[in-house]
């Protein structure tokens, strides 16, 4: 976004934390005044991660003077933070402690009640004091300009009760929300935290301790017993397992060989472990999660974006409204000036809009956070609100409802041939095979524990099947069509296969000796998942596949899917989602490769299957099921419900509360300190309301 100043090449990029955020206003208003700087080209400010992302030139140290005016401090990723939030609860029990005082030497008559109540205005508003001498330096009015009209209006009637409770109430709403706050940021941070910043660098077979940042892609690293993983990479030699619920969300280990992916963030297990290193640092699968949980509050919900217009509108409103109490209220109502500028004060700290401006972000971020635990990947609020209201789930067909491997789900042999014979010749004969189909029968006969035995002359048929010779007799293997080609008679066959098994027959010296059946098996937790989605009220729930018409309707008809597209191109699965948007409403498509991407993009909100083991489905996708968990789609659609209800609930509550202080403000009722209170109250209420969705469960 450029500002002109200087060219291009001078400008240099950094990522900072800033400690202390409260406020989601206060710091919508710091990243503008940051922006404004000379030395910066582009400021981006996440409140709820505190994160900030700058374009610079020259030193940070205006940057950071800037920080601490705002009451809060800069410091780089790697520095130790300062735990603003214990330095706010002191003043807060400081301004207490002075106000505590105060009483007791009111109630005892001594003159130096005064004197606390004072000490408690400078505690407990000094830092709604030095922001509002910012915001006024910066030619803005903002809730700490409000609530430092209101101290010093109340000293100037003389009210020093009354502004010695506001400076109080005050400085403890700011630890409170401090606190809360950080909280919350601390349970994305927590994403990272089980990285470490060393790895085991492999230099000539011999392990070298060096920073994890530095290792480059390819080099080679040994990751021992119980360590943490610090780089993705594959494993070339060692067995082990990992406990990757950080990045995929499953509880359960994950077993560990040659070939085997590993994820920085999880745990290795009892194996030692040489890795080959796919990713710098900041490559990572659970570094880009934690980077799309930052940038997913950029997409904002329709809900945000009603908040935030609302919100420009509502405080000017307020605020006319109480300069026009205190000029005009002594003059039609009964009451001289002084009270009349009494309740207009009131008013003024009823104006600031924090609970309203934070009762969406600090839920959206709760939720997508819960849902990065659980190995969901969303890719912004938008989307999770979006997923609530669907009426159509369309699922792809292959790696999506079913396993997406091949396998043997039955055999039959003819005239006096063994079942393991059988298994036992196809294996041997498969072996020298690299066909899909090939791993199938392998895999049935590792189960079956068939002995693999000597093939010669083996013979390969591209797409059609495989012949050799085994104790001088000579075999075939193939599909019922090769098997005719050599001669073979193969009606009763056609009679054998059902829901579009794929047939691998076996004949030997002119007859038929048997057969093995091959499908794609239903992963075990698809027809839950379907009976999960019927009971949530999904309207429509439809499948789509390249795959024949023969090998997808009985699958559908198995897990009471009656909409199945069958034998579509990718251009045509992204017209029926385009059509079923026209006539049923939001579509969410759930697909798990690359011919799915116009279907998925066509949908409202496109899902993938296993982003974790994919960079190109984790960029691309709306949301990713990141260990490839379909029984997490239902807890999806439940979370964005839930979300959305606590949006609305908190909405409802920011509001409420703000009508019901205006009505007393009207009838006299309202005190500095009630308005402050409730003020306060509103804040934190929808702050811990929404965080609620931190730890929300719900089983399928």
Request: with cysteine; proline share 3%.
């Amino acid at each position: 976004m450029g500002n002109g100043r200087m060219p291009a090449e001078s400008w240099q990029e950094s990522f900072c934390q800033i400690d202390g955020l409260d406020c989601a206003d206060c710091a919508r208003q710091l990243e503008e005044g940051i922006r404004r700087l000379e030395e910066v080209d582009e400021a981006v400010l996440s409140f709820v991660t505190g994160k900030l992302h700058l374009r610079f030139r020259g030193s940070l140290e205006p940057v950071s003077r800037m920080v601490e005016a705002h009451g809060y401090k800069l410091r780089n990723n790697r520095a130790s933070g300062v735990n603003l939030a214990r330095i706010r609860v002191r003043h807060a029990l400081l301004s207490a402690l002075t106000l505590f005082l105060a009483v007791v030497a009111g109630q005892i008559y001594l003159p130096a009640a005064k004197f606390f109540l004072f000490m408690t205005v400078v505690v407990g508003g000094q830092l709604t004091f030095r922001r509002s001498f910012v915001a006024l330096k910066e030619r803005r009015l903002d809730m700490n300009v409000l609530m430092t009209i209101a101290v010093v209006g109340a000293l100037v009637i003389n009210e020093w009760w009354e502004a010695a409770m506001v400076a109080f109430l005050f400085a403890t709403s700011h630890a409170l929300e401090t606190y809360t706050s950080e909280k919350n940021r601390n349970s994305i941070r927590a994403l990272m935290n089980t990285v470490p910043e060393n790895a085991h660098l492999l230099v000539e077979g011999l392990p070298k301790t060096v920073l994890a940042e530095t290792v480059r892609t390819g080099a080679e690293i040994l990751i021992r017993p119980g360590e943490a993983v610090p780089l993705d990479g594959i494993v070339l030699s060692g067995l082990s397992y990992a406990y990757e619920a950080p990045v995929t969300g499953e509880s359960l280990p994950a077993a560990k060989q040659p070939g085997a992916k590993v994820y920085a963030g999880t745990l290795n297990g009892n194996g030692s472990l040489q890795v080959k290193v796919t990713g710098t640092a900041q490559d990572s699968t659970l570094s880009k999660i934690v980077r799309l949980v930052e940038a997913a509050q950029a997409r904002r919900p329709p809900s945000q974006q009603f908040v935030d217009r609302f919100a420009r509108l509502y405080t000017p409103a307020v605020i006319f409204l109480a300069v026009g109490i205190a000029l005009l209220g002594p003059l039609v109502g009964q009451g001289g000036w002084e009270l009349w500028f009494y309740r207009s004060l009131a008013l003024l700290i009823v104006a600031c809009p924090c609970a309203l401006v934070v009762s969406t972000p600090v839920t959206i971020v709760a939720a997508l956070t819960n849902a990065a635990k659980q190995g969901i990947m969303i890719k912004g609020g938008l989307y999770l609100e979006e997923m609530g209201s669907v009426n159509v789930v369309v699922f792809d067909k292959t790696g999506t409802l079913t396993q997406g491997n091949p396998a043997v789900v039955r055999q039959i042999t003819y005239g006096e041939l063994l079942p393991d014979r059988l298994v036992q010749v196809a294996a041997s004969l498969e072996f020298h095979s690299e066909h899909l189909l090939a791993d199938a029968v392998r895999n049935y006969a590792a189960l079956k524990e068939a002995e693999i035995l000597k093939v010669e002359d083996f013979v390969a048929y591209p797409g059609k099947g495989v012949a050799g010779s085994i104790a001088n007799k000579r075999y075939y293997l193939g599909s019922a069509d090769f098997l005719a080609e050599q001669g073979f008679a193969v009606d009763e066959l056609d009679s054998e296969a059902v829901g579009g098994e794929t047939v691998l027959a076996l004949a030997s010296e002119g007859r038929l000796l048997g057969a093995l059946f091959v499908s794609d098996t239903l992963r075990k937790e698809s027809s839950a998942v379907i009976c999960a989605l019927r009971s949530m009220g999904i309207e429509k729930i439809a499948m789509l596949t390249g795959d024949r018409e023969s090998a997808a309707r009985p699958l559908g008809e198995m897990l009471g899917i009656t909409d199945v597209f069958a034998g579509l191109l990718p251009e045509e699965k992204e017209e029926a989602v385009r059509k079923m948007r026209q006539s049923y409403g939001k579509v969410a498509m759930v697909g798990d490769g690359i011919n799915d991407a116009p279907a998925l993009a066509s949908a409202n909100v496109g899902i993938v299957m296993g982003g974790a083991g994919s960079p190109t489905a984790l960029e691309s996708a709306d949301i990713a099921l990141l260990g490839d968990e379909l029984e997490k789609l239902p807890f999806l659609i439940a979370l964005s419900r839930k979300t959305v209800n606590v949006v609305r609930q908190n909405i409802a509550i920011a509001l409420l509360i703000k009508l019901l202080v205006i009505v007393l403000a009207f009838s006299g009722w309202l005190t500095l300190w009630l308005a402050i209170l409730a003020d306060m109250g509103a804040s934190l209420l929808v702050t811990m309301n929404g965080m609620r969705l931190l730890v929300y469960r719900k089983n399928m």
